[in-house]
């Protein structure tokens, strides 16, 4: 059981993880170092805001001075969870807050303490009944009814869990994502060679959930009996830590093995390092193949490409089908808004459907908020969806103004994303990871600003212009086909967004 129930004994234990660099002085714990925390914050609570509530339900801000970062957990479980799986993003985004206060890296502080005043959150602690405190597992049977179950399979959550408007019907079908509709398509009954596992790879925003939910209303419709699993690997996590904390691993089983006809698990990228619920998923997966329960997994890489994740579970997700989506064509994003304008009831032009899939090119769920704006400020004007009207909108609602960035900026945020210094990037080394981050951050200067190749040499350390120039081209082609870097690009630029806020 390692991590989950390691005792803790030592109340004022403290220790501390150096983070990119020595410390530095910053000021007192000033107005501003509380400012930039509680932004920091709240910008890591927006990547997965339940599990967040529920880890930092257990620690306490104990003050930011000097470049060190001082933490009190309530237990050294609640303490490595957090440093494991929380810690790289609120430190990356607590430095971007502090600026040129925080070049230097900062450092962060442990104590580990029982009993928290001001816990960052007051929801749902992690660990309310602490290892210790938990009755022998013998007598678990009355604290079985301390609190209802949340695992248990439940028709209304699954309901509530799924979009209505996400059916196959609605998807839009194009070359980028015409073998993982298909392969969708036989998973839930409806034809064509059925592959188990299907594991469907593509980068954000690109119509994977909707695949999934589309499969489960398909089956429930045609088989109202179905038992039909459908949730997010982060969910499956949750539900795994809870079922150990609340002795209810019979129930988790049961929901997950042998009361499910068909397992949908949403991006599955989240149980990189995750290894024990890596190793309960790899036995809930041998359970259902073996019974010739479909499972279906989605995931923003490829197998192969996903990091932290054991062999044995890889080489299952092989051994199915892999169907890939892909960024989709000019062709394709004007049916998606048309299509979305049907849905919707929007009145729109072919010319207004052409203009917002030129404009909007890399994410589908973009396009389709680009069009919901759109009407919601037509319908609030009462002015008429036309050419001009979209245009203008576009340019005032686009995220991505080129004149906001700089050069700077850019190599900031892809140094924060890969956890380089300026000067590694700038430098002469060659090693991969390091050779990637620079051609990544050449590749995004010369997308947003439009800088010159030789401009862009002189700022990249004095680099030949054949350099940048194949650099660009490398990413240019590796995000058309690789989602794996595809997801780091867009990371860098929703630092970058909220960095232009
Ligand atoms: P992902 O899970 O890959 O991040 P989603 O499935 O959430 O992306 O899709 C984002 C939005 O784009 C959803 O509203 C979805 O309906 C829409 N979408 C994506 N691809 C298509 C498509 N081919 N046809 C219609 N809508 C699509
Ligand atoms: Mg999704």
């Known amino acids: 059981m390692g991590i989950f129930f390691r005792e803790t004994s030592v109340i004022s234990n403290t220790f501390e993880l150096p983070t990119s660099g020595s410390p530095v002085s910053l000021p007192p714990a000033s107005e501003q170092a509380e400012r930039s925390w509680k932004d920091a914050v709240d910008e890591t609570r927006r990547r997965s805001p339940a599990s967040f509530e529920q880890w930092f339900s257990s620690v306490q801000f104990d003050g930011l001075e000097q470049g060190v970062l ?81 695992i248990v399979y439940s028709r209304a959550s699954l309901a509530a869990a799924l979009n209505a408007k996400h059916t196959f019907p609605n998807f839009v079908v194009g070359p980028s994502n015409a073998l993982a509709y298909a392969a969708a398509f036989a998973s839930a009954g409806g034809g064509g060679p059925r592959y188990n596992p299907l594991f469907i790879a593509g980068g954000t925003g690109l119509g994977k959930t909707h695949l999934m939910h589309a499969i489960a209303h398909k089956v429930l419709e045609e088989r109202p009996s179905a038992r039909v699993v459908y949730v997010s690997a982060e969910r499956f996590t949750n539900d795994f830590i809870e079922a150990l904390q609340h002795h209810r691993m019979d129930e988790f089983r049961t929901r997950y093995r042998a009361e499910c006809d068909l397992l949908l698990v949403d991006d599955i990228q989240f149980l990189a390092g995750r290894e024990q619920t890596q190793e309960e998923f790899f036995h809930t997966f041998n359970a259902l193949r073996d019974a010739d329960h479909p499972i279906v ?46 849905i919707e009831g929007i009145d729109l032009s072919d010319a207004v459907a052409e203009l917002l899939a030129q404009n909007v090119q ?30 203008s909108e576009l340019a005032v609602v686009s995220p991505r103004r080129p004149d906001m960035v700089s050069v700077e900026d850019i190599q900031r ?20 990871s390091v050779a990637f981050a620079r051609q990544v951050a050449m590749y995004l200067c010369r997308q947003r600003l439009k800088c010159s190749f030789p401009e862009l040499g002189r700022a990249f350390g004095n680099r030949d212009h054949t350099t940048v120039m194949s650099a660009v081209r490398r990413v240019e082609a590796l995000r058309q086909r690789d989602p794996q870097v595809n997801a780091h690009l867009e990371a860098i630029e929703q630092r970058l967004a909220s960095s232009e806020d």
Request: with cysteine; glycine share 4%.
């Open 70 to 150: 001082s933490l009190v957990a309530r237990d050294e479980w609640v303490r490595d969870w957090v440093v494991a799986h929380f810690l790289p993003d609120l430190l990356a985004n607590l430095e971007r807050h502090l600026g040129a206060e925080a070049n230097g890296g900062l450092r962060v502080r442990w104590r580990v303490q029982p009993q928290l005043d001001k816990p960052v959150c007051q929801g749902r602690s992690v660990v309310k009944t602490r290892p210790s405190e938990a009755p022998p597992a013998s007598s678990s049977a009355p604290r079985r009814s301390e609190r209802p179950s949340t």
């Open 413 to 432: 945020a892809v140094c924060s994303h890969f956890r380089l210094s300026n000067s590694e990037l700038l430098s002469k080394d060659r090693h991969k």
């Open 362 to 391: 890399s994410n589908v769920r973009e396009l389709e908020g680009a069009l919901i704006r759109l009407a919601a400020k037509s319908s609030l004007t009462g002015r008429h969806i036309d050419e001009e009207f979209a245009e």
């Open 297 to 342: 997994v989605t995931s923003d890489k490829y197998p192969q490409q996903l990091q932290r994740m054991p062999e044995r579970l890889v080489s299952r997700f092989t051994s199915g089908l892999v169907a890939d989506i892909q960024v989709p064509q000019l062709e394709t994003r004007v049916a998606i808004v048309k299509k979305k304008a049907q």
